[in-house]
């Protein structure tokens, strides 16, 4: 069965919805985003989460000290790249903590996808490119870009709603990673986080 991210919580209410309507895991953004939390931030908020839902925390081209930080002040269960890093950056986190490392690629061409296979991340992440930005575009890339035969379980981000979300999950990926998509106004939406976690689940009426 796929499981659901729901990322970019950054009040109480978010974690309120979540802890309602049970996604398999949440995002805390700690890059530059309007989505930005802090460590202080991110630190409450997880207190407030189920503690059977991983936290996964968010940052692109930061130093390795912030991202452990947030490890092991119990902000955060997971660590996703979503910038520039290098195989180097990895191996070094590998080494440091054994919180579960996603990579994100920002997704132009296939070869992008099978450079990334070769990393030595537990995770990726596959995102529409956008020279602009390093995320949370809200638009979605081709899908029939990803191969079949990738030696990483991946999570499928990028454009993602109630309107895609079955055929989303269709493509093999091991978790959908919503953000956009679950708000309105931008505010996380309770029936949109709940809506998108039983279509997911499989308890869609």
Known sequence: MAKIKICGLRRREDVDYVNECRP???GFVFAPSRRQITLVEGIKLRRL??????AVGVYVNQPLSDMLACVREGAVDWI????????ETI???????DAPLIKAVRV??????????????????????SAAAYGGTGRRFD??????????????AGGID????????RTGCYAVDVSGGAETDGYKDKNKIRRLTE???????
């Open 108 to 129: 132009r061409n296939e070869e992008d996808i099978r450079r990334a296979d070769a990393l030595p991340c537990d995770y990726l992440l596959f995102d529409t490119y």
């Open 162 to 169: 109630d309107g895609n979300i079955r055929r989303a999950v």
């Open 199 to 205: 279509a997911v689940h499989g308890n869609e009426e």
């Open 143 to 156: 899908w029939d870009m990803i191969p079949d035969n990738l030696e990483h379980p991946w999570f499928l």
């Open 80 to 87: 996703q790249l979503h910038g520039d890093e290098t195989e």
């Open 24 to 26: 398999d895991y949440v």
């Open 91 to 97: 191996r070094a986190l590998k080494e440091a903590t």
């Open 49 to 54: 989460l189920r503690p059977d839902i991983p």
